[in-house]
């Protein structure tokens, strides 16, 4: 009787064995597919991002090489580079907001207390830029021209503006 429990047993243990070996190879198959089939689609995802923010910056100075060519002007002595000139424009466009009657460049006059100013641009191109505004309760955007004149000052002039419904 004892022998036979022994056997029993080892058969028992070999049936274990086997048993535990076949999950675990199994398991480690089946982590690998998973994991192949996340890296797939968390490329596709990535390269759908990549795209859409290589439309959303289309129109932006940063892609835009004819509009950075603009400011390589052969009669010119200077040549400025974009990539001072957009802080540079931000920065010059951003100073108006300290004026107590608010941004002259949001094209609207002050409808409450509040005053008008822009909270962010984006510069199209050589010569367009496009400004979000607001004084607290109405919120509205601004599509503006910009020149850079000889002496490297900014001049700006309002081209449109939109004033949205209060909500």
Request: aromatic share 16%; hydrophobic share 35%.
């Amino acid at each position: 009787m004892k022998k036979s429990l022994v056997l029993y047993l080892f058969i028992l243990a070999v049936l274990m064995n086997v048993f535990t070996y076949m999950y675990y190879s199994k398991r480690v198959a089946f982590e690998e597919s998973q994991f192949e089939k996340k890296s797939i689609k968390y490329k596709d995802s990535i390269s759908a991002m990549t795209q859409k923010l290589a439309d959303a910056n289309y129109f932006s100075l940063e892609n835009n090489d004819n509009a950075q060519n603009y400011f390589d002007n052969s009669n010119s002595k200077t040549f400025i580079a974009y990539e001072k000139l957009i802080p540079y424009v931000t920065e010059k466009l951003m100073d108006y907001n300290d004026n107590p009657e608010g941004n002259p460049y949001t094209g609207q006059d002050k409808i409450g207390a509040q005053k008008f100013i822009i909270n962010k641009i984006k510069i199209l191109n050589h010569r367009w830029i496009i400004a979000d505004f607001n004084d607290g309760e109405y919120w509205g955007e601004a599509l503006i021209k910009y020149f850079i004149n000889e002496d490297e000052s900014v001049s700006f002039e309002t081209f449109q503006t939109v004033l949205y419904q209060k909500q």
